[in-house]
């Protein structure tokens, strides 16, 4: 009888004080993205529906606390524990209602915070991030920049147009008065480009499990600088740009089960995907390189293609390192270099130079290898403009490019082929590259397993500290039954809250440190569950 009192007084206050909280905060995480233009008024109420299962995680363990207090207070300001004593009830029988609650509430949490929160997060971030009109537009209208489609773009203006069914857009932006710019990894203007007008089309594509907005952008009467040279196209189309929803680098948006998988298969973390593909387009440079060194070398040939037709032979001697470039050695026989081109129409053009240089970048985002030609002196017997002082050819394929295969190696797949490499005669300086982007890897690898291991208890130390924090509140209130509810409550309240705050300090500094993080994490749950055992000890003496 005692035991379905308290746990119905103990719940009816949990449930009630549970949903005040939970609303209060979920009302205040929606404050911030609502303020600043990033949800509509619509999307705001959808959005705090979403938020109310994550922000359970804080607000049961301190509902649980405020409930035992509340009813285990009543319970000794009204002689009914006194009377239990004189009766032969023990402390602990008495305390037995709120541990049993504090289990069952660690057990949910934990279920809760492994299992379901981590998806209602990652359906907040995509409520937001699908709606990238109302982002691009509130930005603008701020007079923030925002990135577009690669380029930092401002405006004086941002019109929202809706869909639009001609192109299939989903969403479509008028952007006036528009400077955009494109910068360098040090942060530098490579490009600025000055336009009247900017028309933004937002597509959605879905691929496989992933949600993709494409991002693609207009610029019309446009003025552009692009390194110390000027132009006036009066129309860009910069590259579009994808936006997957549901791949984020934050660990807090993976369940339990997919936190494992990850350890198991690091390479699908963004971090670790970044690095292992900076390693591979290393080793993919090396020998696309030698790749051509021989061709070169033996047939003076070299076979290239353009887009899906065209076809490319390249007559020289070799290459010859030149700053960033690769200088070209003329074909021994004719002391020329030669550029023989077949186009998809059948055109055939022969190009003779003097000399020339071949540039070569790997694409980590395609994973494919680019090469460009670059012909000086050039005579074309074929063209009615049959000499030029230089022609340029870009966007060209090795017909075997060493780079899809060596792309989808994994990053320890790619580690072990240095030694090979090395081996094999490389330079220094490419094996130096290749040892930086591997240690790269080690780096993100180890600090992902820091992030995993964290992340798993701090969700379980929050699951622990809810029972302990039930425990604290309904001894607190039976040893202090003189005292008054609210003042009773904050002997419990700040131990608690001291202990959730090292629980999340512990797991921000085990990226640092796993073994610090993790002694600060359990130490706030110990340093709560002795305080309560301190506190009950002393109780039961008396």
Not at 281 to 309: C, D, K, P
Not at 328 to 354: C, N, Y
Not at 495 to 518: C, D, E, F, N, Y
Request: glycine share 8%; net charge negative.
């Amino acid at each position: 009888m005692l035991w379905r009192l308290l746990l119905s007084e103990l719940w009816r206050i949990l449930i009630l004080s549970a949903a005040a909280v939970v609303t209060v905060i979920a009302f205040a995480a929606t404050v911030l993205p609502l303020a600043s233009g990033e949800l509509g008024p619509l999307t705001a109420i959808k959005f705090m529906l979403l938020a109310i299962p994550p922000m359970l995680q804080f607000a049961l363990p301190f509902a649980a606390g405020f409930a035992a207090t509340l009813a285990y207070h009543r319970f000794a300001t009204d002689n009914e524990a006194l009377a239990a004593s004189a009766g032969g009830v023990s402390h602990r029988a008495k305390l037995l209602p709120a541990a049993a609650t504090g289990l069952v509430l660690a057990i949910a949490l934990a279920a809760l915070t492994n299992l379901v929160i981590p998806r209602f997060f990652r359906a907040m971030e995509m409520l937001i991030s699908r709606d990238a009109a109302s982002l691009i537009a509130g930005a603008i209208q701020r007079g923030e920049s925002v990135d577009i489609a690669g380029m930092l773009v401002r405006a004086d203006e941002a019109l929202r147009l809706g869909p639009d069914p001609a192109s299939g857009a989903i969403d479509r932006l008028v952007l006036k008065g528009v400077l955009a710019i494109t910068t360098d990894s040090e942060g530098d203007i490579t490009t600025d480009v000055i336009a009247e007008r900017a028309d933004v089309w937002l597509f959605s594509r879905r691929d496989g499990a992933e949600d993709t907005t494409i991002v693609s952008m207009r610029l019309r009467g446009a003025s552009w600088w692009h390194e110390d040279e000027y132009g006036d196209h009066g129309e860009l189309d910069p590259r579009p740009i994808a936006f997957r929803h549901g791949v984020s680098s934050r660990v807090k948006y993976l369940t339990f089960f997919e936190l494992r998988e990850l350890l198991r298969n690091p390479d699908e973390h963004p971090h670790v995907d970044g690095a292992r593909r900076r390693l591979a387009a290393q080793v993919s440079s090396w020998l696309a390189l030698n790749e051509i060194h021989a061709a070169l070398g033996v047939e003076a040939r070299l076979s290239l293609t353009r887009g899906e037709t065209d076809s490319l032979t390249l007559r020289a001697s070799g290459i010859e390192p030149d700053g960033e470039r690769w200088r070209l050695a003329p074909d021994e026989s004719t002391g020329k270099i030669e550029l023989h081109v077949r186009q998809e129409d059948g055109v055939r053009r022969r190009h003779v130079a003097d000399g020339g240089w071949l540039t070569l970048q790997v694409d980590e985002t395609e994973g494919v290898t680019r090469l460009g030609v670059n012909l000086q002196n050039v005579v074309t017997p074929e063209a009615a403009e049959s000499r030029r002082a230089s022609l340029e050819y870009s966007g060209l394929r090795l017909n075997n490019d060493p780079s899809p295969s060596v792309f989808q190696r994994s990053s320890q797949e790619l580690v072990d082929s240095i030694e090979p490499v090395e081996r094999a005669g490389a330079g220094e300086d490419s094996i130096g590259r290749m040892r930086d982007a591997a240690h790269q890897i080690q780096r993100q690898n180890d600090r992902l397993y820091r992030q995993v291991i964290a992340r798993h208890h701090e969700r379980f130390g929050l699951s622990v500290a809810c029972l302990v924090m039930t425990l604290t509140g309904a001894v607190m209130a039976l040893r202090l039954r003189e005292g008054a509810p609210l003042v009773v409550y904050l002997w419990s309240f700040f131990p608690a809250l001291a202990s959730v705050i090292t629980i999340s300090g512990g797991k921000s500094l085990a990226t640092g440190s796993l073994a610090l993080g993790l002694f600060i994490v359990w130490a706030g749950v110990a340093g709560l569950a002795l305080y309560t055992l301190i506190v009950y000890l002393d109780k039961r003496r008396h």
